[in-house]
Structure formats: C-alpha cells, structure tokens
C-alpha cells in the first residue's frame, strides 16, 4: 500500500517505521508542512491508499475533510476531537469511504477495555471506584481519550447513568507511555485491573493493520469493534 503518515511525533515516526517493515511505501507530512491541511489537495492525496493521522486535535478534522474530499480512507489516532466524530460520519458515508479511528489501537488495552465491560457488574453490588491514568509529560490532552473510554464502557456495562460516573485521576509525568487502572471498591474488598504499555509500537502496529483491514471497504469505524478482525 502506499500511505499517507500525518505526524513525526513518536508515535507517528514509529507508524512509519513499521509500516516499512510491514513493506508498504510511505510518505510524512508535519503539522507545519500540513498547516490546515493545506498540502492535502485531491492531486496530493490521489497517489495514496490512505491516510493515517497522529497529529492534534484541530488538526484532525481539516486533515479529515481534505481526505474524505479525495476519496480516501483514513485512520485516525489523534484523540480530543471526538464531538466531531457525528459529522465527519455524515461525511464518510456519504463519500463511501474508510475511516477508523480510536483512543488506542494497542490490541491489549483492546483485550483490557472487554474485561472492565465484565468488571463493571461490580457496580450493582455495592462497589464504588475510580480511574487512573498516567502519561507522559508532553501529552496535551487529560483525561485521555483512554481513560474516557473506560468510563464510557463501564456506564454502558453496568447500566448505571452518568451521576455515578466512575471519577477519573489523571498524572502527566517523565515519558510515560501510558497507563490506565481501574479499581472497585467495596467495604469487604478491592478490584484492581491495570493495563501498562510498554512502549507505543503496539500503537503503531494497530493502526497499520487497520489501514490494511480498510482496503476494499467504506464505512464509519471504531477501532475497538473491528481490532479482532485484523
């Protein structure tokens, strides 16, 4: 495939660095080079397969509309945009394009995120609990779109509405890849459930193979339905 890479940060360098491995042709821009989405014209675009986005938040929706516009599908990486997500869907389907995006492509926090939906039955039976997650300095966004998702999943699962709401402690320290902790807890007992990445390759890899799962299709995606099919 020939992909588009949007972002040398080091999540978007190490989705280069294995899309090459995994022995695709591929192309970077930087958001300065990219500044709304200026270089991503119908001509531009017309040599790529797809576009992935691991940029910033403002970013994602011009660089989204340029690449609905060529028809192309795109992955999306970036978190902190999500209430544009109804819109850019009206879009994708009208356009007959791929999109899919998330808050992790790591297939383990994917495997983590199924076994809260499990865990949240702790919340019909007397149990409270909170969130805690922890990144690296430089990440802009808290709570991460992570952390936002586990709440989501947990509301959802346990059919509690959002008043009871599991609260969500966030810590911006070191280089810390990312983790995410939930615990219950109960006057008899505490749960404990934790995901720790190691490192952001299995980011990277999730959103090549996601690129790779969209050929041939079109639709609005969220990466947490589809991972298992890749």
Same mark, same amino acid.
């Given at each position: 495939?020939?992909?588009? =890479?949007?972002?040398?940060? +080091?999540?978007?360098?190490?989705?280069?660095?294995?899309?090459?491995?995994?022995?695709?042709?591929?192309?970077?821009? /930087?958001? =300065?080079? /990219?500044?709304?989405?200026?270089?991503?014209?119908?001509?531009?675009?017309?040599?790529? /397969?797809?576009?992935?986005?691991?940029? $910033?938040?403002? &970013?994602?929706?011009? /660089?989204?509309?340029?690449?609905?516009?060529?028809? +192309?599908?795109?992955?999306?990486?970036?978190?902190?945009? @999500?209430?544009?997500?109804?819109? %850019? #869907?009206?879009?994708? %389907?009208? &356009?007959?394009?791929?999109?899919?995006?998330?808050?992790?492509?790591?297939?383990?926090?994917?495997?983590?995120?199924?076994?809260?939906?499990? *865990?949240? *039955? *702790?919340?019909? @039976?007397? @149990?409270?609990?909170?969130?805690? $997650?922890?990144?690296?300095?430089? +990440?802009?966004?808290?709570?991460?779109?992570?952390?936002?998702?586990?709440?989501? %999943?947990? #509301?959802?699962?346990?059919?509690?509405?959002?008043?009871?709401?599991?609260?969500?402690?966030?810590?911006?320290?070191?280089?810390?890849?990312?983790?995410?902790?939930?615990?219950?807890?109960? !006057?008899?007992?505490?749960?404990?459930?934790?995901?720790? *990445?190691?490192?952001? #390759?299995?980011?990277?890899?999730? !959103?090549?193979?996601?690129?790779?799962? %969209?050929?041939? +299709?079109?639709?609005?995606?969220?990466?947490?339905?589809?991972?298992?099919?890749?």
């Amino acid at each position: 495939m020939d992909l588009l =890479i949007l972002g040398r940060g +080091k999540t978007g360098s190490l989705v280069a660095e294995v899309a090459r491995e995994r022995r695709h042709h591929i192309e970077t821009l /930087n958001e =300065i080079e /990219n500044a709304n989405a200026r270089a991503l014209t119908p001509e531009f675009l017309s040599r790529f /397969n797809a576009v992935i986005d691991f940029t $910033e938040a403002a &970013a994602v929706v011009p /660089n989204a509309q340029a690449a609905i516009r060529a028809g +192309k599908n795109m992955v999306v990486g970036t978190t902190g945009w @999500y209430e544009h997500a109804p819109r %850019l #869907r009206e879009l994708v %389907l009208s &356009a007959k394009t791929g999109f899919v995006y998330g808050p992790n492509f790591s297939l383990g926090i994917n495997l983590f995120f199924e076994i809260v939906r499990t *865990a949240a *039955a *702790a919340l019909e @039976y007397e @149990y409270g609990g909170q969130i805690f $997650e922890r990144h690296h300095k430089e +990440k802009k966004d808290a709570p991460s779109g992570t952390a936002l998702t586990i709440q989501r %999943l947990v #509301r959802e699962s346990s059919g509690c509405g959002p008043e009871q709401d599991l609260e969500i402690v966030s810590f911006r320290e070191g280089d810390v890849v990312g983790m995410h902790e939930v615990v219950f807890n109960s !006057a008899a007992d505490r749960i404990y459930l934790c995901h720790d *990445a190691k490192s952001r #390759r299995g980011f990277a890899e999730g !959103a090549v193979r996601a690129a790779e799962w %969209l050929q041939g +299709k079109s639709g609005f995606f969220e990466f947490r339905d589809i991972w298992r099919e890749l």
